[in-house]
């Protein structure tokens, strides 16, 4: 029996309930590195991202506007669009690296975050995670040299090293945004929904008359397309994280969220007809068995050190939607 499906029916039903939508979500984010490798074809990476953010904006004021919360400060306002403009670099680095790689190596390589998050968090709270930690990463950085070398034992491609250096910048978007809003009662609702409008600016003025272009030049499967990139990987991820954190433990949704490079690969394959040579499929391997090692260490040590917990020195993370393009 498939492990991701034995998980799920090792539930009782109300668990099954809630294990399935964050299940959706890494399915989600595991498909989008396909979507968009097509979609930077038809339009343009720049274009492609200021229509998804566009989309997404429009989505998630009407959700800020229902939910009402308090008047957002300058502090938090200042907060969301520094956020911004971080996750507008990393979206920026994963699209235009997918555009140069395959999606399986996109879907892959992003997920070494995964490690270097709690890597950095450890430099900037100087709380050193246990040898298994890096252990686990030496493991994953071996499939790193295997995936991108290939078969001819080559040098990273162009996309490839665009999308490691993706995944360096998420690590320090994750670190920033749970630095800059420790102790402070921020909205998350309000944060996700500036960082949108500032990607939606940003974008909109990088594309200039390009943007226009690819309106034009989109067919009607293109658009489905950004939509799904828009609404499912963005406002639909967000929306059922911030309702199943309330209703399951934050390992269990790690665990299901964590597929998502798995998804990305039997994605990648099967419907996007790529092909994994011996070499690359363990340098695959080789990466998911490392990161979903490594995450399990961070795991046991924030669950054995319980008197630390809200300690401005080390703190559990409560993963947002940082990952998918």
């Known amino acids: 029996m498939c492990p991701l499906v034995f998980i799920v029916m090792c539930r009782t039903l109300p668990g099954v309930l809630i294990d399935l939508p964050l299940l959706a979500v890494a399915v989600v984010w595991g498909s989008s590195y396909l979507t968009a490798k097509g979609l930077t074809v038809a339009g343009g990476v720049l274009s492609l991202l200021a229509l998804r953010y566009l989309i997404s904006a429009l989505a998630m004021l009407p959700v800020l506007a229902v939910r009402r919360p308090r008047r957002p400060n300058r502090p938090e306002i200042a907060v969301g669009v520094l956020l911004g403009l971080t996750q507008a670099s990393v979206l920026a680095l994963e699209t235009y690296g997918v555009a140069h790689t395959s999606a399986t190596n996109a879907g892959v390589l992003i997920s070494l975050t995964i490690l270097l998050t709690p890597m950095l968090e450890g430099v900037v709270s100087r709380r050193w995670l246990p ?26 491609s162009a996309g490839d090293a665009l999308i490691l250096a993706a995944a360096v910048v998420r690590a320090g978007h994750v670190t920033l945004s749970g630095h800059l809003a420790r102790g402070r009662d ?8 500036v960082q949108t409008v500032v990607g939606a600016v940003l974008f909109t003025v990088a594309a200039g008359p390009a943007l226009g272009t690819a309106v034009h030049a989109y067919r009607g499967s293109d658009w489905w397309g950004v939509v799904f990139l828009a609404l499912g990987c963005s406002v639909f991820a967000f929306l059922v994280q911030l309702w199943a ?37 363990a340098g695959i391997v080789l990466v ?13 040590v924030r669950r054995e050190q319980p008197e630390t917990i809200g300690s401005p020195r080390w703190r559990p993370r409560v993963r947002e939607q940082t990952t998918g393009i």
Do not use: H, K, M
């Open 131 to 156: 040898p298994a930690f890096f252990l686990a990463a030496a493991v994953a950085v071996g499939g790193v040299v295997l995936l991108v070398a290939g078969p001819g034992l080559r040098a990273p």
């Open 186 to 193: 921020y909205d998350t609702v309000t944060l996700t929904t």
């Open 245 to 281: 954190i309330r209703r399951t433990s934050a390992a269990r949704a790690s665990l299901l969220l964590g597929t998502e490079p798995v998804w990305a690969v039997l994605i990648g394959v099967g419907l996007g007809g790529e092909r994994l040579g011996p070499i690359v499929l």
């Open 288 to 300: 998911l068995a490392g990161t979903w090692a490594g995450q399990r260490v961070e795991a046991n």
